[in-house]
């Protein structure tokens, strides 16, 4: 009789968890997909990477970033004002356990023209350093060596890396920290070899995107530590940085990646980019002069803002729109 009363004044047992509504995954997806879309467009368009009649060799490493390259680049393809070519390009390094029959399976079933170059260069770097040594450096010289010989095979004239927004901040303060320039990896450029023009379309997107998308398409990701050798630590640190720096100051990524595309070089120190010594006084006023004795109000506006927790820059980036999403 008591077991009976306690059993129908108790809660009811909240409901089983449901499993995710596909059509609001799907929608979610699409509208990702739609913004990595609209993002790798205006990369392309801002800094010329893709012309007509382009053949564009995307270097492919199964790593979530090259393949949501390859896929955007596919999707844009057949929407694009301009007819370009698609040849996708992985190097087989013979790495232990590479799964060697994943890529040229998934391109075989997307219909992508592509090859797969075989190279022991994993064999050379090991021979030359020593154990326990660093092996990253050397190996990408062998890889980039290899890639640009294929491009010149294969008549690509533009080779298309999967470096993102992400990568491209923490190359700047490496840089800035270690290497003691203000550079980065830029969204276009001439190989060193001077024969080739290498672009990263990815330049306006955002990490956490790219492994958003790769887990909604899932794409058959291919492990990158199979060669043993750990990620450069100050990297891996930086990288940590500026995800705690977005994560406690909202915006303040932003505000860098607007300040790696509007560089004043009057007001900067290189004497190259500058001629300080023709510096002489005009008597006409110029919207660029210093303010020399006054602190900069549009600085200590967007610092005031910062400080009160507010981004005072959303909304106006052009490096990265579509971020607030």
Request: aromatic content about 6%; some cysteine.
């Amino acid at each position: 009789m008591s077991d009976a009363i306690v059993s129908h004044s108790a809660a009811p047992a909240p409901p089983a968890p449901s499993p995710r509504d596909p059509r609001k995954a799907e929608f979610e997806t699409n509208k990702l997909k739609k913004r990595l879309r609209r993002l790798v467009g205006e990369a392309i368009a801002d800094y010329g990477m893709i012309e007509a009649g382009d053949r564009v060799m995307v270097c492919l490493s199964g790593g979530k970033d090259s393949y949501g390259l390859l896929d955007i680049l596919l999707s844009l393809q057949s929407r694009a004002p301009v007819p370009f070519e698609i040849v996708a390009v992985n190097l087989d390094q013979k790495q232990p356990d590479f799964p060697a029959d994943v890529l040229p399976r998934y391109l075989e079933g997307r219909g992508v023209r592509h090859r797969i170059e075989e190279q022991d260069t994993y064999s050379v770097v090991k021979r030359v350093i020593p154990e326990g040594g660093t092996m990253c450096s050397l190996c990408s010289r062998l890889r980039r060596g290899v890639l640009y010989r294929v491009a010149g095979e294969l008549g690509a004239t533009k080779i298309a890396l999967g470096h993102h927004r992400d990568d491209m901040l923490a190359t700047f303060f490496l840089n800035l920290f270690f290497g003691g320039k203000l550079k980065t990896m830029p969204p276009k450029l001439v190989s060193d070899d001077g024969r080739h023009v290498v672009i990263r379309p990815l330049a306006y997107v955002r990490e956490r995107d790219l492994a958003r998308y790769a887990e909604a398409m899932r794409f058959p990701i291919i492990p990158c530590n199979l060669c043993g050798s750990q990620e450069h630590l100050q990297r891996k640190q930086v990288a940590a940085m500026l995800r705690e720096w977005e994560r406690k100051h909202p915006g303040r990524i932003e505000s860098i990646c607007n300040a790696v595309g509007t560089v004043v070089p009057s007001h900067l120190l290189d004497r190259k980019l500058f001629d300080f010594g023709a510096v002489r006084a005009t008597g006409v006023a110029s919207p660029d002069g210093d303010t020399a004795f006054d602190v900069d109000p549009e600085l200590e506006r967007a610092a005031d803002a910062a400080a009160a927790g507010i981004n005072p820059v959303f909304g106006s980036i052009r490096m990265v729109p579509g971020d607030e999403v």
